[in-house]
């Protein structure tokens, strides 16, 4: 059965919130994405039998969670996730897919004290600037204007609608403009075969932050999702690095 909380803005989020030891595991997921995923599942299921705390959670406009998706920007998700550790008592490890991975990095930049870890799997920093907009044409960049939203084609299913509000509140999230200093151990996944981000991203983004154990690891023929066989325990394995010296978990 799914929890709701209330955030302090009045959104209504769907979660769920498993007790064992800490620090706590949260997965953070992607842009139109819900906690129902293969990742989210995978890891509450490897939490249970580790007994190992963990939750997932919707934001706002996704999945189980209230409000229209149309409506949300990355400033509104990125509060969701702190209203959602706010329920959470001790440290946490932040595990961000894609999208989840630039919240998890504001959440970072945000509270610090709180990371235990941080894992990113196909992270995807600042990109309703460096995709969308980077990406839009003369006449996309009108229709934003005119109308105050675009269509985009998924690979997943109905079209994405790109808001002028998501592009331009996006601005004022980004994180590969200015600092970004991660004082814990920090891994990022990322398949080669990955046709939303780029090797060219993640390279980027170790270059860019600053942190005293970070390490990427790619994954030769691993796509976005990185939910196969091969790539669901990866994720369990990089939980279990950045943890180990905080936490004492080994193995995987």
């Known amino acids: 059965m799914v929890d709701t909380l ?3 803005q009045g959104r209504k989020i769907a979660y769920h919130l498993t007790a064992g030891q800490g620090p706590t595991v949260v997965f953070l997921g992607g842009f139109k994405s819900d906690m129902a995923g293969t990742k989210a599942v995978f890891l509450e299921d490897w939490a249970k039998k ?3 705390a963990f939750m997932r959670f919707d934001y706002s406009g996704h999945g189980e969670s209230g409000e ?4 949300g920007c990355i400033g509104d998700w990125y509060e969701d996730a702190c209203a959602a550790l706010g329920l959470i008592d001790g440290p946490v490890v932040l595990v961000g897919s894609s999208m989840g991975g630039w919240i998890s990095l504001l959440v970072a930049r945000a509270m610090p004290e709180r990371i235990a870890g941080l894992v990113g799997i196909a992270a ?3 990109f309703t600037e460096d995709g969308f907009w980077a990406g839009f044409d003369e006449v996309q960049r009108a229709e934003l204007e005119r109308q105050g939203q675009v269509a985009l084609p998924s690979e997943y299913g109905d079209p994405y609608i790109i808001t002028k509000r998501l592009i331009e509140e996006g601005r004022d999230r980004l994180v590969l403009r200015s600092p970004l200093d991660l004082p814990f151990s920090v891994r990022f996944l990322l398949g080669t075969a990955d046709t939303s981000v780029s090797t060219e991203t993640a390279l980027r983004l ?6 005293p154990d970070m390490r990427l690891t790619l994954v030769d023929g691993a796509d976005h999702s990185f939910s196969s066989e091969v790539c669901l325990p990866m994720i369990v394995g990089a939980i279990n690095e950045v943890t180990a010296p905080a936490a004492g978990v080994a193995g995987g």
């Open 68 to 71: 229209a998706f149309e409506d």
């Open 50 to 52: 580790t007994g190992r």
């Open 206 to 211: 170790l270059d860019h932050a600053d942190s």
């Open 124 to 126: 995807a920093p600042d």
């Open 6 to 8: 209330v955030t302090p």
